[in-house]
């Protein structure tokens, strides 16, 4: 069972201050990827990182694979009250069964980030 | 374009109950991933239709069963209701192995 672990569970800082959220697993995996998910919503994708050492930037927010492809992270700069929410690591497998074959994504617990004004 | 639906948005039963959930892939889209998310976890999956065919399933008991109709929105059945049955239940539809996108979800409470 392929698990990722993700650290802290909760974060509550100021606004302007600078986070890092991190996702470890065990296992390697073909690609990961980072979901945002508010309250009564769905997951939203933000990133997919493919490549071992790979770094991806979205404005404020700098995601990392690392280099066995295992573990990955969030660093998030000068927070604002709008990046309040879930953030959900998953990693992604291929499952070749049928045509052009699936991925199956396995997702961490969550980091719960609140940023006070 | 219309994204992922899902109804209805919330859902009240007792245990032993039967329950079906409906979600309404966005256009263009065949595949379909039901996930479970209890509170204060992350999503786990249940299992994926392609084509109106399985194509995958997580660890759930035979209970939970699914079906994709032609026009690739699907259901999810859950049979003899239990209380750890409780969760937000979430449909993403996706085309073949592209991105999913995911429904605002469906929250079950089982009492």
Do not use: M
């Amino acid at each position: 069972t392929q698990l990722l672990e993700q650290s802290p569970q909760f974060l509550s800082i100021q606004e302007g201050e600078n986070l890092t959220v991190y996702c470890n697993s065990s296992s390697v995996f073909s690609s990961l990827q980072w979901y945002r998910q508010e309250p009564g919503e769905g997951p939203v994708l933000l990133v997919t990182v493919v490549t071992g050492g790979e770094v991806k930037k979205l404005k404020r927010l700098t995601f990392q694979f690392g280099d066995a492809r295992k573990d990955s992270s969030l660093h998030i700069t000068a927070a604002q009250p709008g990046d309040t929410g879930l953030y959900l690591c998953a990693g992604r497998n291929r499952r070749s069964l049928r045509g052009a074959g699936s991925y199956q994504l396995t997702f961490g617990k969550g980091t719960k980030l609140s940023v006070i004004p | 374009e219309t994204g992922v639906t899902q109804s209805p948005t919330h859902l009240i039963k007792t245990r032993g109950q039967q329950v079906t959930l409906r979600c309404s892939s966005q256009s263009g889209h065949n595949t379909v991933s039901w996930y479970q998310q209890a509170l204060g976890q992350g999503p786990q999956f249940i299992f994926q239709y392609y084509r109106e065919e399985e194509n995958g399933r997580g660890n759930f008991p035979p209970r939970f069963s699914g079906l994709q109709f032609p026009n690739y929105s699907s259901e999810l059945n859950v049979n003899a209701l239990e209380l750890d049955d409780s969760a937000l239940y979430l449909c993403a539809s996706s085309l073949s192995d592209n991105e999913q996108f995911f429904g605002p979800g469906t929250r079950l409470t089982v009492l």
